[in-house]
């Protein structure tokens, strides 16, 4: 899923605990739970050709999307419920780990961790429901706003 789809999911996790440790380790889990639910964007690169190029191009996605979260949780902090941000960053922090960690493994080529990209990859097709990312991105814009809702 999309950067800004976990960090909805962060937010909502800052309103309902107040331990850090324990928003952040949330965080993660909640990156997994949703990267399980069939999000329609495995075929977002499709149409770039070269293994270099696609990876470019997840880069320039993964950029703009950080952007919109971190507009997301500003947009939170600013308007939202009065949360403590000794545990809303950690739990931000957790939901963006999991992909900031796939791309820092992928870029660095550290192939002693490539385990974890194969975990993570397997996480993403445990429904093994693939769809195109034309549904994909209404759909993560819709569990964005409604983890939103739940969180104000
Ligand atoms: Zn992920």
């Given at each position: 899923m999309f950067i800004t789809a976990h960090t909805s999911a962060a937010l909502w996790i800052s309103t309902r605990i107040t331990d850090p440790i324990l928003a952040f380790i949330l965080g993660i889990a909640s990156h997994f739970l949703f990267d399980m639910i069939p999000h329609g964007d495995e075929s977002l690169?499709?149409?770039v050709q070269g293994k270099k190029e696609k990876f470019k191009y997840f880069i320039r996605v993964a950029l703009i999307d950080m952007i919109l979260a971190t507009i997301l949780v500003y947009f939170f902090v600013s308007h939202g419920p009065i949360v403590d941000p000794y545990v809303l960053y950690p739990a931000v922090l957790g939901t963006w780990l999991p992909d900031i960690a796939w791309i820092t493994i992928e870029y660095l080529k550290l192939s002693k961790l490539y385990w974890y990209i194969y975990f993570h990859?397997?996480?993403h097709n445990f429904f093994n429901w693939q769809y195109s990312i034309v549904y994909g991105v209404p759909f993560q814009i819709i569990v964005t706003l409604a983890v939103l809702k739940i969180s104000f």
């Amino acid at each position: 899923m999309f950067i800004t789809a976990h960090t909805s999911a962060a937010l909502w996790i800052s309103t309902r605990i107040t331990d850090p440790i324990l928003a952040f380790i949330l965080g993660i889990a909640s990156h997994f739970l949703f990267d399980m639910i069939p999000h329609g964007d495995e075929s977002l690169a499709d149409h770039v050709q070269g293994k270099k190029e696609k990876f470019k191009y997840f880069i320039r996605v993964a950029l703009i999307d950080m952007i919109l979260a971190t507009i997301l949780v500003y947009f939170f902090v600013s308007h939202g419920p009065i949360v403590d941000p000794y545990v809303l960053y950690p739990a931000v922090l957790g939901t963006w780990l999991p992909d900031i960690a796939w791309i820092t493994i992928e870029y660095l080529k550290l192939s002693k961790l490539y385990w974890y990209i194969y975990f993570h990859s397997k996480v993403h097709n445990f429904f093994n429901w693939q769809y195109s990312i034309v549904y994909g991105v209404p759909f993560q814009i819709i569990v964005t706003l409604a983890v939103l809702k739940i969180s104000f």
